[in-house]
């Protein structure tokens, strides 16, 4: 069995940074970095603990899901065993008989249901065998995967201390492999999230295939409807375990062992949970010449409270529950049968070794420390206040762990209150210019709006006028595409305009090259291209003769061209010239605004008509000479 996933990690989808898994970690295996949205955990430094995992009220922190590998097994037509850890007397309380409880595992599919007591049972003798033997070198006991990473990771020099002993559940399922062979799939089921990485170093994770938690195992019996008043009783398969059931307390094991614990003439010392281990473990590798014990050592507060429990919680309630398990399976089993079991099991090789796997980061120069002292305003000694809200013991050490990398300075408590204060100042200020703009932003939109009711009036007024204006006007691009034309000079182009017309007002959009001939919009690409007018130009057009004078509005961008029709007699007469000569004046600002509101600049518009205008005086001078 094979698995790339880290055996836990940060689903970012849920996490809210609140930092509570940080705080918790006792390795600093979960790093913050500002170009992370959200706090990751380092697999390589990672022990397993779970305490994060407990810790994190979003359910952020979620670990290696087994249940599909599970099912797989189940289906393979394999011979399948369970070899359960004896802690469900802790978790399954909601269960009222254990046997219910086998039960219902075989329900689940498995072939066999083993209990890790009697495991318990083989490395308890194999312990009290080996600490008989010790000769004045003081041992750990390797049973908690938490501890053995704690030690191989962080305290390698300490390796040689750790006891060569597989753990309980490792035992249980060698002794299970003799029974059915190498064809059956063995699943371990338990309270320890770490379990799934310690199976992995057995036989390439072929000896255990699958390691369910509590929590997924209750979900597997609510998937498929699995109840205790739905199923007979069934016992666990032989062989059974005695006082290895008192494993779920951190003593239980040395209980197990027949070893004295009275504080005179024992020889071990029992520590659990995360302050008491990491203080265990500094002082066995600093002053074990003075305290001269072996160490026996859980990190969690034994295995009645692991971190892949349904409750974290009521720890002597599940005291007592364990107890009171231990000794009705104590009371039920064939002692003589237990103690041909044992020695018949414990030929088995439970040896194991250890690998120098050490991740400990250098502590960085003072300077760099005291540097992220002066950002989080602690550089100051009588600033220390070392509240421990950091999740760091002080304020000393949390600056480490940011030199480190592996923390922010914004995870301290007073560094943030200050940046809250200074942040909610520069807010209050930023809210009184942010009022102050939208004032004046909205005195600038009611204005704006005023002037284009204003313009929007001028352009409709100048719009009407220009239609009753008798003289052809239109306004073209670089593309010799209408931007604007009169009714006059639809007129003028004839028919085929006036059905464009009819469709597209003022043809706007049209190509001019499709309505007028070659020579024509030939003047008009002329004008556009050299930025110069062609003024009173008479052209033939079918049966008429008109006269087109066409001028630059916007250099090589617009142009605008008045056309008249010569043979009409508006244009013969010498009233109309001086009529449309009088309007083409009076109403030189409106064009000039037609113009700026097409985008032109109103001086370039101006010159167009003053040219226009100039034109129809010079055509009026030469009729009265006529």
């Not at 970012?12 to 940080?22: A, G, P």
């Not at 390439?204 to 739905?230: H, K, P, Y």
């Not at 250098?362 to 100051?380: F, N, Q, T």
């Not at 028919?495 to 007002?505: C, H, L, Q, V």
């Amino acid at each position: 069995m094979t698995e790339n996933k880290p055996v836990l990690y940060i689903n970012d989808s849920k996490c809210r940074n609140s930092y509570s898994c940080v705080r918790v970690c006792p390795v600093n295996a979960i790093e913050v970095k500002p170009q992370r949205a959200h706090p990751f955990i380092i697999p390589e430094r990672c022990i397993g603990c779970g305490l994060c995992y407990v810790s994190c009220s979003p359910h952020a922190i979620e670990f290696r899901d087994s249940i599909d590998n599970v099912k797989a097994l189940l289906k393979s037509g394999r011979p399948t065993a369970a070899i359960v850890d004896p802690s469900i007397s802790s978790e399954f309380e909601d269960i009222t008989d254990y046997r219910k409880f086998v039960a219902m595992i075989r329900s689940l599919g498995f072939t066999y249901v083993h209990e890790v007591s009697f495991g318990v049972d083989l490395i308890a003798q194999a312990y009290a065998k080996l600490f008989s033997r010790a000769e004045g070198k003081y041992l750990i006991t390797a049973n908690c995967p938490a501890i053995v990473k704690l030690i191989e990771k962080f305290h390698p020099e300490m390796i040689p201390n750790l006891a060569p002993l597989v753990s309980p559940m490792v035992a249980t399922a060698m002794v299970v492999r003799e029974l059915y062979g190498d064809d059956a799939a063995i699943v371990h089921m338990g309270p320890c999230i770490d379990a799934k990485d310690e199976v992995l170093q057995y036989r390439n994770g072929s000896l255990i295939e699958a390691v369910l938690t509590f929590v997924e195992l209750r979900r597997m019996f609510d998937e498929f409807s699995i109840q205790e008043r739905l199923v007979k009783l069934s016992d666990f398969d032989p062989p059974h375990g005695n006082l290895g059931a008192l494993y779920p307390l951190p003593p239980g094991i040395i209980q197990a062992a027949g070893i004295k614990r009275d504080m005179v003439s024992s020889s071990i010392i029992t520590a659990s949970g995360k302050e008491d281990i990491l203080e265990a473990v500094n002082d066995f590798d600093k002053y074990i010449d003075t305290i001269k014990h072996h160490f026996n050592l859980f990190f969690c507060h034994g295995c009645l409270l692991g971190p892949a429990m349904q409750q974290h919680k009521e720890r002597f309630k599940r005291r007592a529950l364990v107890r009171k398990y231990a000794e009705k399976r104590s009371a039920m089993i064939d002692k003589d049968q237990w103690k041909k079991d044992i020695e018949k099991w414990s030929k088995l090789d439970f040896t194991r070794s250890f690998i120098n796997d050490d991740h400990r980061i250098p502590e960085p120069p003072e300077e760099a420390i005291m540097e992220v002292m002066k950002i989080v305003g602690k550089d100051d000694p009588n600033d220390e206040v070392n509240c421990g809200a950091c999740g760091y013991l002080s304020c000393h050490e949390f600056a480490s762990t940011v030199a480190k990398g592996l923390a922010i300075p914004e995870m301290c408590h007073t560094f943030n209150l200050r940046n809250k204060q200074e942040y909610i100042e520069t807010l209050r200020q930023t809210n009184k210019k942010l009022a102050e703009t939208k004032k004046a932003l909205k005195e600038s939109e009611e204005l704006a709006r005023k002037e284009k009711e204003i313009a929007q009036s001028a352009s409709d007024m100048m719009n009407n006028m220009l239609e009753k204006l008798p003289t052809g006007v239109v306004i073209v691009d670089n593309n010799l595409k209408i931007l604007h034309s009169n009714q006059s000079f639809i007129n003028t182009i004839g028919e085929d305009a006036r059905t464009i017309a009819d469709i597209i007002p003022g043809l706007a959009g049209a190509d001019i090259k499709t309505l007028i001939p070659y020579n024509v919009y030939n003047m008009f690409t002329f004008v556009i291209k050299e930025d110069e007018p062609v003024v009173s130009k008479d052209v033939h057009f079918e049966d008429r003769m008109l006269n087109i004078s066409i001028f630059p509005i916007k250099k090589n961008k617009m142009c605008g061209a008045i056309i008249r029709d010569v043979f009409s007699s508006e244009v013969q007469g010498e009233e109309v010239i001086n009529r449309v000569s009088e309007v083409v004046e009076k109403n030189l600002e409106m064009v000039q605004k037609i113009g700026f509101l097409l985008g032109e600049g109103a001086s370039e518009t101006e010159q167009m008509l003053n040219s226009i205008i100039e034109s129809y005086k010079s055509r009026k001078a030469g009729s009265i000479k006529s």
